[in-house]
């Protein structure tokens, strides 16, 4: 006699970060939801690779896990603060931004209060099969969830999912595969190679924004000529080193409205609007721009020499590693192609660091036509973050293609969870505001003529482990 199906949950979230984790958070106290999320980690963990001490969030502590969708939650950063004793130290420290380190210890103090994550948790398939409280009436059905633990396989089912795998770390081709004497490492890995990359005594970080000027600026201390010194290099593609823009018109853009215009556009207007908008989320913080200024004068004054390069408008077009260079240890040498001047030179270093971003992907482990892709195989996504016909399988920070400068905002998380709650249960356990800009993003309807027509987001059939690789 086979065994009976698992009882199935009203929500199912896979991946664990904290747009995940801040929805299991807004979960909990609600009667009439229930709910497991799944992770293949041991536990929490936020971007250890890049916790650098005194490094703080590009946003305010409100942009904690809940208190945008509920600020008496017991799961609020200044809960943590007052539990953990911290609270008068940080109203003194008269600063809105908590240090990543402190938001990554608080993640955690969260997850430990939750008995709906599930870690060690490798999900391996989700199919949809027939709702057995269903008693053959209407066809309902569910999600199948499998996943696969140190000690054997597991079963769920689930009438809703929400897809949180997030993104994963990007490495251009042609700095993938490198062998050399020095390590190659992605800004997501940087702390467990800080040492080696500091001992090889020439590091060149390649890339832009706030993960790059962090480790330029983390190693910036160590760069000299003297024992136990090394070179550093910084090298970007991007025209400056531009820093984030933060004024408070612009902050506005982080609003339903401003996302309602956004999901409106053409499909390849919106592809468009993305490029033109990195400098909104992924520039320099202007503080760490002074420092880096401040700490390359320091060290400069009365004319010493400071073995330091920054590049910008510079593309890595080409890289290989030379085991003859540097006397026989080795080196990494990069193409470099200026685009103003279109001319190239070579540059070596011992080794690389990567700050080259993260990429959504569509996860393997979803069946075939589960999920509506559009033509260049992302997610399909809706004004309500689902990518499914009947609106059950919702997607959190995977919509940025589609969503705007919204998506991997932590501020908008809370908003976006309280939304797929009322897909969930069918009511508004957190109301959501829906205009809170001064500005509007389009022509008034009285003065436009008509309103313009909603462009569909477009989809596909195409089988999503075909078309994209898996992300976990």
Partial sequence: MSAAPPPAHDLLGIGIGPFDLGLAALAE???DVTAVFLDQRDGFSWHAGMLIEGTTLQVPFLADLVTMADPTSRYSFLAWLKATGR????????????????????????????????????????????DPAADG????????????????VE?????????????????????????????????????PHRAALAASGSVTVVGSGQSAAEVYRDLLDGCGTGPGEHRLDWVTRSPRFFPMEYTKLTLEMTSPEYTDHYVSLPIEQ?????????????????????????????????????????????????????????????????????AQLGTTAEHRTR???????????????????????????????????????????????????THGVTAPDLGFGAWRNSVILAGVTGRDPYPTERRIAFQQFGLPTSQAGPAPRVEPVETTDSRPDDEMEAAR
């Fill in 270 to 338: 919106r592809d468009v609007l993305g490029r033109e908008q990195r400098n909104l989320y992924k520039g320099i913080s202007g503080d760490l721009v002074d420092d880096i200024y401040d700490t390359l004068y320091r060290k400069s004054a009365l004319g010493a020499h400071v073995p330091t390069t920054l590049l910008s408008d510079t593309e890595v077009s080409a890289a290989r590693f030379d085991a003859d260079g540097a006397g026989g240890a080795g080196e990494y040498v990069l193409t470099l192609r200026h």
């Fill in 87 to 130: 609270l008068y130290q940080f109203y003194i420290r008269e600063s809105f931004y908590p240090l990543r380190a402190e938001y990554d210890e608080y993640c955690r103090w969260v997850a430990g209060q939750l008995p709906t994550l599930r870690w060690g948790r490798r999900v391996t398939s989700v199919v949809r099969v027939a």
């Fill in 29 to 31: 106290p609600l009667d």
């Fill in 155 to 191: 079963k769920y089912c689930a009438k809703h999912l929400v897809l949180g795998t997030g993104t994963q770390p990007r490495l251009p081709a042609h700095l993938q595969g490198l062998e050399g004497a020095g390590p190659v490492v992605h800004t997501s890995d940087y702390l």
């Fill in 351 to 401: 080794a690389l660091v990567a700050a080259t971003g993260y990429a959504a992907t569509v996860p393997g482990f979803l069946a075939p036509g589960l999920v509506n892709l559009d033509h260049r195989g992302r997610y399909a996504v809706t004004r309500d973050y689902t990518v499914d016909d009947d609106r059950r399988i919702h997607v959190v920070n995977g919509e940025e293609h």
């Fill in 137 to 152: 009436a209407g066809g309902d059905y569910v999600f199948e969830v499998t996943a696969q633990t140190a000690h054997g």
